[in-house]
Nanobody
Framework: QVQLVESGGGLVQAGGSLRLSCAAS??????????MGWFRQAPGKEREFVAA????????FYKDSVKGRFTISRDNAKNMLYLQMNSLNSEDTAVYYC??????????????????WGQGTQVTVSS
């Protein structure tokens, strides 16, 4: 079983930065064996993939529009996942969700409700 709690969202001006954190509580399987990621959902839109990271942290994947601006990272010793977001713009406004992939990264871009999800944290970018 996995429980996820996101934090770090807020209101920021365009061009600014935020760092999202996701704290994981895991039982039955080590945190460091799970691949993880971030999705986001803007009002009236579907939840979309943002970034993913392999269990070891050696492989990372990004939505094209955030490449070079966002960085995903993890600290397996602390059961933490992070998303550093720089050069934010209004199109980044959304609720951001932390996800644990139950079956690895084979379909990491797809929304799968059977994965473990956090409750989300709101990011609002003002122009």
């Amino acid at each position: 079983q996995v429980q996820l709690v996101e934090s770090g969202g807020g209101l920021v001006q365009a061009g600014g930065s935020l760092r999202l954190s996701c704290a994981a509580s895991v039982s039955g399987r080590a945190f460091g064996t799970y691949s993880m990621g971030w999705f986001r959902q803007a009002p009236g839109k579907e939840r979309e993939f943002v970034a993913a990271i392999s269990w070891s942290g050696s492989d990372t994947f990004y939505k094209d529009s955030v490449k070079g601006r966002f960085t995903i990272s993890r600290d397996n010793a602390k059961n933490m996942l992070y998303l550093q977001m720089n050069s934010l713009n209004s199109e980044d406004t959304a609720v951001y969700y932390c996800v644990v992939y139950r079956r690895g990264l084979a379909f990491y871009r797809d929304y799968d409700s059977s994965n473990y999800w956090g409750q989300g944290t709101q990011v609002t970018v003002s122009s």
